[in-house]
């Protein structure tokens, strides 16, 4: 009998080792080797927008497609739900940081973002929710964006959708897909922690909805981009395998748009980018479409000259449209409330890259490191006037605390403090919940810090600079102290005697729900960006002079270029961002098949990796 365990651990390694090498493997074999020198369609970016484009363009055996990636393949350590928050600050986050923000710790914010193919899809935290269908019939009423109301973005969700459980399909017929690329599934199995918390979030009178359905207020276990327990990405439903008709370049870093001028105007011609230290260029004979996310795709356009005047010659760039780029951009605000959970309903033992569960999770796809399950609430301030149109959340999830120095990191102010704080933490469940403010008054800029492209930009989303904003932050922040205090989940969690560095608790007769000074406090100390990133690159009527796009997604004043990522949102959903940008590279698609009429031209020359083979350009 004992002779066995080291045989089995043996096994459940060599299993582990080669699943990893093999996966990476084929994720390294899925980049192209070469290129040609010109291309139908060139996509700058293969996150959710760029990657669903070109995955859709590259299906009509016509049309040539170019991806450029700056960053790198797919990673076996993205592909495990459980490690979402492990890819923080690694290789594949572009690791963006924000100017201070006055009402939070008067400190940057972390804006992490996905380096990879697939974008922020193959590093985020792969929950699927769409936002309310109100947001988006604001997007054509308000902004004058035709074409984008729900009704009409909602066949593109049911087109890439495929939902795998049956019971959410049949209680919302017509609101979801079960025939499209991308799997959006439920945990059947969550912990007993998140179970008690719904059930607690239920007795508080909040229905169980689906949130992607008719009512979006209410409380559910999120549905997640997850098949059998490995995250989903754009990249793998869209992009693998690779299309003959497509190149796919990863480290490929684009510098530049480039265009020809004429008396007819603008007209972009192609894109110039470095790869292993050369810069290349390469030529689209129909379209540049732009999807570099949030703070990259404004800082391309302006790097290429387009963008506000006063700007781009303060830092020395030949204008050649004058347009509001990075303007409009907004985020929405976190705050975040840890309490340790009762041991008793933690469930398996804490996630972890262990052999045991990393073997659970490549063998059959189980285990706790195979989800990342959230339960979500969504609800409305005391002034909101549309309670169908909630505008607060909060999400609560469970997390096995096995690294201190990961919890510190998320404070980059007071360390110390914040270290001896989380000292009582360690190696324990908690229970992290975090209260969010989904619809902002708070708008703010992306700026170019300078005309180098390998400069981050100057990002400034102005967090809570809105005095309702930040009042209503106040609001569902002081609500999840009272859950969390006074539920019948209150007897499953503790909080620490001691508050939060930097913040004191009110007199004991106060309760902490009450005590304002505190609330205060939390919101500035542990303040953070939702990771909802979005606007940058307004789309709308483009009479309005505040939009960068017309309502098809095109550059105004400029031909053959098109914006296709979260940029082009007027205002941000009351979600997370991925679901909503998978509607956009849809419908982006779609329309660029019925401006172009479906065909394709012939094949360019053929560039190898390490050099250039010479053509005429008039950039």
């Known amino acids: 009998m004992y002779a066995k365990a080291p045989i089995s651990l043996i096994i459940q390694m060599m299993t582990v080792s080669l699943v990893s090498i093999e996966r990476q493997l084929n994720y390294d074999s899925l980049p192209s080797k070469e290129w040609q020198s010109e291309y139908d369609y060139v996509v700058i970016g293969s996150g959710t927008g760029g990657g669903i484009v070109a995955g859709r363009l590259a299906e009509n055996p016509h049309n040539t497609v170019l991806v450029l990636e700056a960053g790198v393949t797919q990673r076996v350590t993205s592909d495990i739900p459980a490690n979402a928050d492990g890819l923080l600050d690694s290789r594949i986050d572009w690791r963006f940081r924000t100017e201070p923000q006055q009402y939070f710790t008067g400190v ?21 929710n769409r936002g309310n269908r109100r947001h988006y019939d604001e997007w054509a009423q308000k902004y004058g964006a035709v074409g984008w109301s729900y009704e009409e973005l909602l066949p593109y969700w049911l087109k890439s959708e495929n939902n795998t459980d049956p019971a959410i399909v049949a209680a919302n017929p017509g609101l979801h897909g079960t025939t499209g690329p991308l799997v959006v599934s439920s945990d059947l199995n969550p912990r007993p922690v998140i179970q008690l918390h719904e059930q607690a979030v239920t007795e508080w009178g909040f229905q169980r909805v689906d949130i992607n359905g008719p009512r979006q207020a209410g409380t559910m276990i999120a549905q997640s981009n997850i098949d059998a327990g490995t995250r989903q990405s754009v990249a793998t439903a869209y992009l693998t395998p690779r299309p003959k008709n497509m190149d796919i370049l990863t480290e490929a870093y684009v510098t530049q748009i480039l265009f020809t001028k004429t008396h ?12 292993k230290g050369q810069s290349h260029v390469v030529t689209a004979r129909k379209e540049v479409i732009l999807s570099a996310g949030m703070v990259m795709t404004p800082a391309l356009l302006m790097l290429s000259g387009i ?11 030949d204008t050649l449209v004058d347009l509001p780029v990075g303007d409009n951009i907004q985020d929405h605000p976190a705050s975040t409330i840890h309490t340790i959970i009762d041991p008793r309903i933690t469930g398996p033992p804490g996630a972890g890259l262990n052999t045991q569960q990393l073997f659970q999770l490549f063998h059959n796809g189980t285990g706790p490191l195979s989800r990342g399950t959230n339960s979500m609430t969504y609800l409305s301030s005391a002034h909101n006037p549309d309670p169908e149109w909630p505008n607060i959340f909060f999400y609560s999830t469970a997390r096995f605390n096995g690294d201190l120095a990961v919890m510190v990191n998320e404070f980059p102010s007071n360390t110390a403090a914040w270290r001896e704080y989380f000292g009582v933490y360690n190696r324990t469940f908690i229970l992290e919940s975090s209260p969010h403010l989904f619809i902002c008054r708070s708008y703010g800029t992306v700026r170019l810090a300078s005309k180098d492209p390998y400069a981050h930009p100057i990002i400034d989303p102005r967090m809570l600079s809105d005095p309702q904003d930040y009042a209503e932050m106040v609001e569902i922040t002081r609500f999840v102290l009272k859950f969390l205090l006074t539920s019948s989940f209150a007897k499953w969690i503790q909080f620490t005697p001691n508050p939060i560095p930097g913040c004191q608790y009110c007199p004991k007769e106060v309760p902490l729900w009450e005590c304002d000074q505190y609330i205060n406090c939390l919101i500035r100390m542990t303040g953070k960006s939702g990771y909802h990133y979005g606007g940058g690159a307004r789309m709308g009527d483009p009479k309005r002079p505040d939009t960068v796009v017309d309502p098809r997604l095109r550059v105004k004043q400029v031909s053959r270029l098109r914006v296709c990522d979260a940029s082009v949102m007027p205002a941000l959903p009351n979600s997370n961002t991925n679901a909503a940008v998978i509607a956009i590279g849809e419908k982006c698609a779609d329309m660029i098949g019925q401006d172009n009429g479906g065909h394709g031209g012939n094949r360019g020359l053929r560039v190898s990796a390490t050099h250039d083979t010479e053509y005429g350009y008039n950039g």
């Open 264 to 275: 007819e105007g603008l007209t972009a011609t192609g894109v110039k980018f470095d790869k």
């Open 108 to 128: 940057g914010l972390d804006y992490n973002m996905g380096k990879l193919l697939g974008g922020s899809s193959s590093f985020n935290g792969m929950h699927y």
């Open 307 to 317: 963008g506000h005047k006063e700007h781009l010659d303060k830092v020395g760039i």
